[in-house]
């Protein structure tokens, strides 16, 4: 058995915007066929995010996508969801967003949800890829850390697209059913994840994901040695659970 050959973080490449849109096209097709394939009794388990069972994270999926096919929408539903901030007992703003996407779906059948994703998701994409470049480059967004302060693309390239990537391997783990992963796709998010993960620390360390979308990864000399599943991994870093050593830097997805 080969063994696969160690990557240095520092030389991926990171995911560039043309990229970035067949990327999200994939995943796109990916969130629709994972909701498409649940069963009844799938919509009410319950997922690693307090407050949603697996039926209101495709809503917020599907709300996103209908923010982000129209800037009028998605300042609309900003607006909306200040005052549920605090009701809610969240933080930042755009946790009273997501709220206002679940609660406007509330009435909508599964049925009905995966019709809107499907319908709005691909027009979602196209109205990213419109993002005029002097906006784009505009740093508005204020995350929290590590990420801090970024430009308008690093939500609207990859930042929209991971949130889908994330909720897909939720909606896996809260159904224990397998989540769809390969090498190009799956294993290409992953790869640019860590790539950003390992840019926020200075501690060298050597990276075995295991799974169909991991990789060896190194940074630096001398460092932790960690082997562990890939899905397991990005739990860690989306704060889904917790990690030690290296694994307890996190990174908002």
Request: glycine share 8%; charged share 25%.
């Given at each position: ?24 096209a ?10 498409r394939?649940?069963g009844?009794?799938d ?5 690693a ?8 994270m ?12 129209s800037?009028r ?7 909306a969801g200040?005052?549920?901030v605090?009701?809610?007992g ?12 679940v ?16 319908t709005n ?22 995350l ?23 909720h897909?391997?939720?909606i896996?783990a809260?159904?224990?059913?397998p ?12 790869a640019?994840?860590?790539?950003e993960?390992s ?9 075995e ?7 060896h ?8 040695s960690v ?10 870093l ?10 307890h ?5």
């Amino acid at each position: 058995m080969m063994t696969e050959p160690s990557v240095d973080v520092s030389t991926i490449p990171r995911i560039t915007h043309d990229e970035s849109t067949e990327i999200t096209a994939v995943e796109n097709r990916k969130f629709g066929e994972q909701l498409r394939n649940l069963g009844a009794n799938d919509w009410s388990a319950p997922t690693a995010c307090e407050r949603w069972d697996v039926r209101a994270m495709a809503a917020h999926v599907v709300g996103g996508a209908a923010g982000q096919i129209s800037p009028r929408e998605f300042v609309r539903q900003v607006r909306a969801g200040r005052p549920l901030v605090k009701e809610i007992g969240a933080q930042y703003w755009w946790d009273g967003m997501n709220e206002v996407q679940v609660r406007e779906r509330e009435q909508l059948g599964t049925d009905e949800l995966i019709a809107e994703w499907i319908t709005n998701s691909e027009r979602a994409r196209v109205a990213r890829n419109k993002l005029p470049k002097p906006i784009g480059r505009l740093p508005l967004l204020k995350l929290p850390a590590p990420v801090g302060r970024q430009r308008l693309t690093y939500l609207f390239d990859m930042g929209f697209t991971r949130d889908v990537w994330a909720h897909r391997m939720d909606i896996a783990a809260a159904t224990n059913r397998p989540m769809d992963l390969d090498a190009n796709h799956d294993g290409r998010i992953i790869a640019d994840v860590v790539a950003e993960w390992s840019s926020y620390f200075d501690e060298p360390f050597t990276l075995e994901l295991t799974g169909p979308a991991g990789g060896h990864f190194t940074s630096g000399s001398g460092g932790e040695s960690v082997r562990i599943d890939t899905l397991e991994f990005m739990m860690i870093l989306a704060e889904r659970a917790e990690g030690t050593g290296v694994l307890h830097h996190t990174l908002p997805l």
